[in-house]
């Protein structure tokens, strides 16, 4: 079972394929377009949705992300993937914690991008995911589905 994991952007986004226990297959940040291609390739599919945070003032970025984000949702389902599922940032952030550690082994309070790829490095340590922050979200994005409702 593959997942593809999405971090979607205005115009670009951060892709992530990994397997049923988690290992990455493949991963990288590409123009929003070329996204079309990969998604087929998947049997799951997990994007990071767009949800009210209670703020007041937001820009055109965030509809066009969600544009984006409907678009590829739309295609997976044209393209027979049957299992779809949304993550909020909310969800995924908090699932960061859960990949992130410290040397001594103890988990942090919260988990900022860095300590992320640092958890990353540990674990893939030359792996591109490391290098590419919407890579990693996608990733974390994946993971949470993985470990939330494919195990």
Known sequence: MIILGL???TTHTGYCFIDSIGEIIDSGHIENNKIFALIPKCDH???EVI?????TKIGNTVF???QWVGRF???AIDHGITKIFEVTKIQHSDYHINLCWSEHGKL????NDSQLR??????YPDNKICKDNDARNAYSVAKF?????LR
């Open 108 to 111: 942090f309070k919260g988990c």
């Open 73 to 75: 949702q739309q295609y």
């Open 45 to 47: 599919l997990a994007l």
């Open 64 to 66: 066009e992300t969600a």
């Open 118 to 123: 640092q958890a990353l490095e540990t674990l």
């Open 7 to 9: 971090d979607t952007g």
């Open 51 to 55: 949800r009210n945070q209670g703020k």
């Open 145 to 149: 589905i993985v470990d939330r409702y």
